[in-house]
């Protein structure tokens, strides 16, 4: 799926309008021709434009300033000058777009072609021709155009997924994604093994699909920005359910129980709407010796039927699949 950006800063600048004309009807036979200075061209536009087929931010991370085209000058015989050129900027569905300095959200991009106009052009300068009066039948005055609107803006985008996959590092989301999907995650022996989300296409039997997301392995205090999981936090809170992943037979990290807690915990001090989302809980790694004492006491302790699955062997996957489906049919669009 190629590099993922979440978030760009660019700076914004609509165009400049263009001046008013100062002139006078200059023709053979009209000796006191009346003033005919146009009026000038309007700067252009800065427009973003929500495309389903971008899922990056990357290209604004490296172009960080955009700014639309100049009005053109009126001119005489009342001829009106030519409007500056609107600059279109695509960002993917699903981008928060902010004023940079206050934070105000100026428009939440969630469906495809939506636009928003987020920097005006300068209105063009009037021309002599239009403060002629009754008494003033020879005006020598025409207004300059005004400049264009001119801001810094953040952009932040959120997943827009039916299922997120969360859990601590190395739980083996990124490998259950690649399984059931055809995107394949980057997966290193590093503690945050992903550090992208990463969206697949998951198709369930003849004719269901729908869209998952590998988030990143969060840590205790990510809510707070420890590691890299409160960048990666807000993603979850579009997803239509949760994916909630825990290796059953861990070497060296928090056992289930506790590895079941913290994601919680996150996922509460985050949010107490991101908590409340319907979730499965997957015991990973069932292929390994000791799991299924290891599940069992699981259930044991937090009361919840843990569902068994060995991302590795893809034993369990069709129960989850067939749990999954069941949910988002139950929990219908947002």
């Not at 600059?87 to 928060?96: E, S």
């Not at 928003?116 to 020598?140: D, H």
């Amino acid at each position: 799926m190629g590099l993922f950006v979440d978030e760009a800063i660019i700076a914004v600048r609509g165009g400049h309008g263009g001046d008013g004309c100062v002139s006078f009807r200059r023709e053979k036979y009209v000796p006191r021709g009346g003033p005919d200075g146009g009026d000038g061209g309007r700067g252009g536009d800065v427009i973003l434009v929500a495309d389903r087929n971008l899922n990056t931010l990357v290209d604004l991370s490296h172009a960080t300033e955009y700014a639309a085209g100049n009005g053109r000058p009126g001119m005489g015989k009342k001829k009106y000058g030519r409007s500056g050129k609107d600059v279109t900027i695509r960002v993917p569905v699903g981008t928060i777009v902010r004023n940079a300095e206050s934070g105000d959200v100026l428009r939440d991009l969630v469906c495809d072609g939506e636009q928003l106009v987020v920097v005006k052009g300068g209105r063009g300068g009037r021309g002599n021709a239009r403060f002629a009066t009754s008494t003033n039948r020879a005006p020598r005055r025409a207004e300059e155009g005004r400049e264009g609107e001119g801001r810094t803006i953040r952009l932040e985008l959120k997943l827009l997924a039916d299922v997120g996959i969360v859990g601590l590092p190395n739980a083996g989301k990124s490998t259950l994604l690649s399984k059931l999907s055809h995107a394949r995650p980057k997966i290193g022996a590093y503690p945050f093994t992903t550090r992208y989300p990463y969206l697949g296409i998951v198709k369930a039997g003849e004719y269901d699909t729908f869209v998952m997301a590998d988030i990143p392995g969060l840590i205790e205090g990510a809510h707070k920005g420890a590691g890299l999981g409160d960048e990666f936090l807000r993603h979850i809170e579009r997803t239509r359910i949760i994916v909630h992943m825990i290796d059953i037979v861990p070497q060296g990290g928090p056992e289930p129980r506790e590895a079941h807690k913290i994601i919680r915990g996150e996922l509460k001090d985050y949010s107490e709407g991101l908590a409340q989302k319907p979730e499965i809980v997957v015991a990973n790694k069932m292929d390994i010796p000791g799991s299924v004492e290891a599940l069992a006491a699981l259930r044991a302790k937090t009361g919840i039927d843990v569902l068994g699955i060995s991302a590795i062997t893809g034993g369990g996957l069709n129960d989850l699949l067939r749990a999954i489906l069941v949910m988002l049919q139950n929990t219908g669009h947002e």
